[in-house]
Every structure is written in C-alpha cells, then in structure tokens.
C-alpha cells in the first residue's frame, strides 16, 4: 500500500503534537517516559521532533496517559488552526 505524502496541515498538526508531548514530558528522561508508555524511545523521538507526524491513537494514548495529559487535551492543541491561516483569521474570538 502507497502511503499519500500529508497535507501541509498534517505535517503542522504533527508539529504541534511533538511540541505538547516534549513540554509536557519536561525534564523527565526520555527512555523513562517511552518505556512506561510501552513505545520505543526511537518513536517518541520522531514523534516529539514532528518526524512521525501522524502517529497511531493508542500510541497518543499511552504517552499522554503517561505525561498526565488528557486525550482531551491533547485533541484541543492538535485540532486549533495554525495562526495566519484563513480559518484563524476568520475564526470567532474564544469567549
């Protein structure tokens, strides 16, 4: 199966995505944090850093349960649209 090359926006989701998990993991090492989510430190890396931009759910699901972060949470920064596309610039003030 050929995988399609992402979107400009999945490729700035996945950035985001990264962004959450490596503020969220703060100091803590790494391997620990990979480890205790069952993933390899390899794939936390390339997911942190935006290289694995769409990764699987139950992967999310295990790091963030792991930094404490809610799927919520989570779904509310990836989802947000990047600043100076058309949907931020027309997008009601948040109350």
Do not use: N, Q, Y
């Not at 700035?12 to 959450?20: A, F, M, Q, Y």
């Not at 404490?68 to 600043?83: C, F």
């Amino acid at each position: 199966m050929v995988r399609l090359p992402l979107t400009p926006a999945e490729v700035e989701r996945g950035r985001r995505l990264g962004c959450l998990l490596r503020t969220a993991r703060g100091a803590r090492p790494m391997l620990d944090t990979a480890l205790e989510a069952g993933v390899s430190p390899e794939t936390l890396r390339k997911i942190e850093s935006g290289r694995v931009a769409t990764p699987a759910f139950p992967t999310i699901a295990a790091i963030a349960d792991v930094l404490g972060l809610s799927l919520d949470e989570v779904w509310a920064e990836i989802s947000r649209p990047a600043a100076g596309t058309v949907a931020a610039a027309t997008a009601p003030p948040a109350a």
